[in-house]
């Protein structure tokens, strides 16, 4: 019998990059990962008291037992869609460039050329890629520019300093907003 798809993180609600099966990594952020699992078990997910903030299990010695035997699936996945967590990413430049042991990352794009701007039209500027699909949108309004899209919280919004430097703020949160892919 095959288990639901989880569309949203357990903790917080909010809707996941990509529906999961496995409970425990329904999470969006490791934050929520953590928060849920302040109080609960990590393997039986039963309520615990803890006595200090190392403490992960329950005082049972199947889930102490369990917790030994399989580390890296009671914990939260430092991989995530391809990114590198700080420690690989660290190893890989010291690394030597001729080794052929570096993982490189790099964005679907190859920089800003493809991506273009639509001139201002009812207070609102728009950067497109080049397949036409929407990657910022910023609203002009009340000597303030306001980004829209990506959604972000709290909502930036910036000082009226020039169309261009607004326009590069907006691409630098699209370009942070990019998933992105392993280069081989």
């Known amino acids: 019998m095959?288990?639901?798809?989880?569309?949203?993180?357990r903790h917080c609600r909010?809707?996941?990059?990509?529906p999961t099966e496995n409970l425990r990594r329904a999470f969006c952020a490791?934050?929520?990962?953590?928060?849920?699992?302040?109080?609960?078990?990590?393997v039986c997910e039963a309520p615990i008291w803890r006595k200090n903030e190392q403490q992960k299990v329950c005082f049972g010695k199947e889930c102490k037992a369990e917790l030994r035997r399989f580390p890296e699936a009671y914990s939260w996945p430092e991989r995530r869609g391809g990114?590198?967590?700080t420690l690989d990413a660290r190893r890989a430049s010291e690394t030597l460039d001729f080794s052929g042991s570096k993982q490189v990352i790099r964005p679907t794009h190859r920089c800003l050329?493809?991506?273009s701007w639509t001139p201002e039209v009812g207070c609102e500027l728009e950067l497109h890629d080049q397949e036409?699909?929407?990657?910022a949108r910023l609203e002009h309004n009340g000597g303030r520019y306001r980004l829209t899209h990506p959604r972000t919280f709290?909502?930036?919004?910036w000082r009226d300093d020039g169309e261009d430097m607004a326009k590069h703020r907006a691409e630098a949160i699209a370009l942070n907003n990019l998933s992105l892919r392993k280069v081989a």
């Open 2 to 9: 095959t288990a639901a798809l989880r569309h949203s993180c």
């Open 154 to 157: 709290p909502i930036l919004s």
């Open 132 to 135: 036409g699909k929407l990657l």
């Open 83 to 85: 990114y590198l967590s």
């Open 14 to 18: 909010t809707k996941l990059a990509e």
């Open 113 to 115: 050329r493809e991506w």
């Open 30 to 42: 490791r934050g929520c990962y953590r928060s849920f699992y302040r109080s609960r078990c990590r």
